[in-house]
């Protein structure tokens, strides 16, 4: 049985107005075009795809940093179109973010000490009048996640820290309202490779211990394949597929996703010398004038003519696998038949 569904998208869009001025007409962008994913509770779901295809847009609009243009957010249910002040309130607490960059994301000026307990009194996850359990609280954060002693690294300013223990910082921010989701927007993209392996044996540990789910917004695949649950890839704002990372991975029934798996770094020189990258013709096409029928047929390998004209339906091509593709049922009875037996479920509320 599947867990219970903390995070639903439902066809949601985020179009842009730009170019406006006294002799050009405004034309739209079309950031995030008509997307659905949901987010079970412990699960980690990555999103994935080259820079500009939506991935961080999706992020903000689920944290309410931007309003969508269309289409609907629900968390444990409900949409946030329908919100009381109450309701942000919990779901400030429920939902954090982890951001990219832990320099700018951090107050220069104000000590971590400052920064962890403010993020508690602003989320109403600790009164105001008891500043001695947010102290406490902050201490045990800094031991969660291995920053020690805490006296010492709570005291600190920002610009006094590493890299990687600025982003410890951030996941402890993050953890300090005691959320059910957190949305990770390229978290350890900044870090050295050491540095990198440390913070996601982080995430990992605390998803073990605390149940939090994961969005996971990332363009490194080989991350991905090793921390997530299920995958989610985007082109040109839209999900051409979707499923349990493991058959996603092996199947590949978009030939997009084909693609991007091909250029993934194996840690195998064997392997890396015999395996046949695909390099796509062209550029992204501009979001301000996708193409007409499957957005990515103007660069796709396997494009047919019809590709060109009608946009392809999304088919579940197996419990839980869906793709974007003319010939994703074809592609999956050929490839999927050596994909490990998934284990994705249609979401539950």
């Given amino acids: 049985m599947a867990e219970a569904t903390l995070l639903e998208i439902h066809n949601l869009t985020k179009h842009f107005e730009v170019g406006r001025s006294l002799f050009k007409k405004k034309q739209k962008l079309y950031a995030v075009d008509g997307i659905s994913v949901y987010v079970r509770k412990g699960e980690t779901l990555a999103l994935v795809g080259e820079s500009g295809c939506g991935k961080s847009t999706t992020g903000r609009l689920i944290l309410n940093l931007e309003q969508p243009t269309g289409g609907s957010i629900l968390y444990r249910g409900k949409d946030l179109a329908s919100y009381t002040a109450e309701d942000w309130k919990r779901y400030r607490q429920g939902v954090q973010v982890v951001f990219q960059d832990s320099h700018s994301s951090l107050n220069p000026r104000k000590t971590i000490r400052h920064i962890l307990t403010s993020a508690m009194f602003s989320s109403g996850t600790i009164a105001r009048n008891k500043p001695q359990v947010a102290e406490e609280r902050a201490r045990a954060l800094m031991a969660e996640v291995g920053l020690k002693p805490a006296e010492v690294f709570l005291a600190k300013y920002p610009n006094e820290l590493s890299g990687g223990q600025r982003q ?3 996941i402890a921010r993050a953890l300090s309202t005691n959320p059910d989701l957190i949305v990770a927007d390229e978290p350890v993209s900044s870090l050295d490779v050491s540095v990198k392996a440390q913070v996601l044996n982080l995430l990992d540990t605390l998803q073990k211990e605390k149940g939090v789910a994961y ?6 695949l080989s991350i ?4 997530a649950d299920r995958v989610a890839v985007m082109y040109l704002g839209k999900i051409v597929e979707s499923g349990p990372v493991a058959e996603v991975f092996e199947a590949k029934v978009h030939p997009y996703t084909e693609a ?3 250029a993934t ?3 195998d020189p064997d392997s890396t010398r015999n395996k046949k990258r695909i390099v796509l013709p062209g550029g992204v096409p501009s979001p301000m004038d996708p193409p007409k029928g499957c957005p990515f047929h103007p660069r796709c390998f396997r494009a047919e003519a019809k590709c060109a004209t009608e946009v392809p ?9 869906h793709a974007a593709c003319h010939f994703a049922e074809e592609r999956f009875a050929t490839y ?14």
């Fill in 265 to 267: 770094p194996i840690p």
């Fill in 260 to 262: 991007l798996i091909s």
């Fill in 215 to 220: 969005l996971f917004i990332s363009h490194e």
């Fill in 336 to 349: 999927g038949a050596k994909a490990p037996q998934n284990s994705g479920e249609a979401p539950s509320t």
């Fill in 313 to 321: 339906p999304t088919v579940e091509v197996a419990p839980g696998h």
């Fill in 224 to 227: 991905v394949r090793s921390i």
């Fill in 168 to 170: 410890r910082i951030g």
